[in-house]
């Protein structure tokens, strides 16, 4: 049905900063958020684009440091991700619901196959 696909992970330095992507399809009607899961950790939310992408919400753990937004033509929402710390290590997910932000991975329906983010010095 839905297909999601992340890209833009790697290795960066503490302070340094990486766009992820998403490629995804029905940006004007689907909330998209951001997820990640570190090594032992819980997947948790880190941030949320709703389906009109006039709202946008972050965990606070992120807040001032990450940025989510889209390009409808390109059909592809984006994390820009700035002053990294490596507790950011983690890899990241995009993932896909009909209704609202939140950031409850339970709650999305279509998950991508992540991508990695290492932040080490």
């Known amino acids: 049905q839905v297909q999601l696909v992340e890209s833009g992970g790697g290795l960066v330095q503490p302070g340094g900063s990486l766009r992820l992507s998403c490629a995804a399809s029905?940006?004007?009607?689907?909330?998209i958020g951001w997820f990640r899961q570190a090594p032992g950790k819980e997947r948790v939310g880190v941030s949320c684009?709703?389906?009109?992408?006039?709202?946008?919400y972050y965990a606070d753990s992120v807040k001032g440091r990450f940025s989510i937004s889209r390009d409808n033509a390109k059909k592809t929402v984006y994390l820009q991700m700035n002053s990294l710390k490596p507790e950011d290590t983690a890899v990241y997910y995009c993932?896909?619901?009909?209704?609202?932000?939140?950031?409850?991975?339970?709650?999305?329906?279509?998950w991508g196959q992540g991508t990695q983010v290492t932040v080490s010095s």
């Open positions: 993932a896909m619901r009909g209704g609202s932000c939140d950031l409850i991975p339970r709650r999305f329906d279509s």
């Open positions: 684009l709703s389906s009109g992408g006039g709202s946008t």
């Open positions: 029905g940006l004007g009607y689907y909330a």
